[in-house]
């Protein structure tokens, strides 16, 4: 997980109805956005290790207002998931969505 930290950053796109999209990134190794590793035990004995990434809110919606957006996570060095997958360098995953406010 300390390598992860060390090594990644993210960038998210959003757009609001359709607007310009606006893209904002972290720097390699900037950890101010992530919540403190915490450590659990499955049942079957592996150990997984979980942060989550908090993101600054980005727009302000009203009733019917719809928002795109992406995030994206990069590494600059080799992440080890476990002794069979290995990300990066380069991009490790984007995940899209539409949000629609109520």
Do not use: H
Request: proline fraction near 6%; hydrophobic fraction near 35%; charged fraction near 15%.
């Amino acid at each position: 997980m300390a390598k992860f930290l060390r090594s990644q950053r993210v960038e998210w796109t959003f757009a609001v109805n359709g607007g310009t999209p606006t893209t904002t990134s972290t720097t390699f190794g900037d950890t101010t956005l992530w919540t403190t590793p915490v450590q659990n035990t499955l049942p079957d004995g592996r150990v997984l290790w979980q942060t989550r990434f908090t993101s600054p809110v980005v727009a302000t919606l009203v009733s019917g207002d719809t928002v795109t957006a992406s995030l994206s996570v990069y590494s600059n060095a080799k992440v080890y998931d476990d002794d069979r997958a290995v990300y990066g360098p380069g991009e490790i995953f984007t995940i899209p969505c539409t949000i629609t406010a109520q």
